[in-house]
């Protein structure tokens, strides 16, 4: 029989950490499913969705454990199989604009009075192309009910869009 556990790490980046945490879960029979790791700030976070024999699950959390020594900072939770999902529409919602507070939580509050789910996101401070002030770029990966009026939902974009002067594109990931 499978368990499934979610790990999530921070350590200072350095060459070997993925080796380090794929290794252990190898060395205990596991099975890494899906993972989503990024460098930020010179920190290396990631999470991770492994399967392993039930019968290793103690093994490999005392390695993983083990991994602490080597400055990982580390937690596990159990987890079950996916459960199917409700029915939504994937999509993608882009912005762009001068940097300044408030615009990642403005977009979300938008979104989660909608019940539409954030499952990525992905946002960066570049240079602008003439000015070389600071520019906000988003990728928002979103998981839209099948229920909700997409006419509205652009009205409510558009308005926050507006008020903070910047760019934002709603496309259909299908």
């Known amino acids: 029989m499978q368990t499934y556990l ?3 790490f921070i350590a200072d980046d350095r060459p070997g950490l993925v080796q380090s945490l794929s290794e252990a879960v190898a060395a205990h029979g596991g099975n890494w499913l ?3 790791m990024a460098n930020l700030a010179g920190k290396f976070a990631g999470i991770v969705n492994v399967s392993v024999p ?3 699950r103690q093994d490999l959390e005392g390695a993983l454990g083990a991994l602490e020594a080597q400055g990982l900072t580390l937690r596990l939770e159990a987890v079950r199989a996916a459960a199917p999902a409700p029915a ?3 999509w993608r919602l882009d912005i762009v604009g001068q940097d300044r507070p408030g615009i990642v939580h403005e977009f979300s509050a938008a979104l989660a009075s909608r019940r539409i789910n954030v499952v990525e996101l992905r946002s960066d401070i570049t240079s602008a192309p003439m000015s070389a002030d600071p520019l906000f ?3 928002v990966g979103i998981h839209v009910p099948a229920d909700i ?3 509205e939902l652009r009205e409510r974009l558009e308005a926050i869009a507006d008020e903070l002067t910047i760019d934002y594109a ?3 990931a299908d």
Do not use: K
């Open 6 to 8: 979610l790990i999530s």
């Open 34 to 36: 899906e993972s989503r």
């Open 54 to 56: 039930q019968a290793r």
């Open 88 to 90: 939504h529409t994937p």
């Open 137 to 139: 770029v988003a990728s």
């Open 149 to 151: 009026d997409l006419d």
């Open 170 to 172: 709603l496309v259909s």
